[in-house]
């Protein structure tokens, strides 16, 4: 079992930026893959971003949504079973809840189906005005 909790969420203005953070614990960190996902008003819930899961502090993948390419940068800190997505330049189609997911795959791939995710977080609200 995998808990999940998101953290860093808040209300910027657009341009601005943000710093989500995910921590996990509850099973060896390092052998999941890792995916950022969010759910705006109205719309149903996408991925955003995602690291591969790592041999020692080298992961093989990271992906991410067209939306958010060169504007977001996700890492993982192993040592601290933390992942985080780095938010800059942000739009008011930014805002949505996001939430952190798990996956444990033998694979590189990312995935970007939700069903795919074994574990989710609660989510953090992220607001952009405009």
């Known amino acids: 079992q995998v808990q999940l909790v998101e953290s860093g969420g808040g209300l910027v203005q657009a341009g601005g930026s943000l710093r989500l953070s995910c921590t996990a614990s509850?099973?060896?960190?390092?052998?999941?893959?890792m995916g950022w996902f969010r759910q705006g008003p109205g719309k149903e819930r996408e991925f955003v971003a995602g690291i591969s899961w790592t041999a020692g502090d080298t992961y093989y993948a990271a992906s991410y949504a067209d939306s958010v390419e060169d504007r977001f940068t996700i890492s993982r800190d192993n040592a601290k079973n933390t992942v985080d997505l780095q938010m800059n330049s942000l739009k008011s189609e930014d805002t949505a809840v996001y939430y952190c997911?798990?996956?444990?795959?033998?694979?590189?791939?990312?995935?970007?189906?939700?069903?795919?995710?074994?574990?989710w977080g609660q989510g953090t609200q992220v607001t952009v005005s405009s």
């Open positions: 509850g099973h060896t960190f390092s052998t999941y893959t």
């Open positions: 997911a798990a996956r444990f795959t033998m694979t590189h791939t990312i995935a970007t189906n939700i069903n795919n995710y074994d574990y």
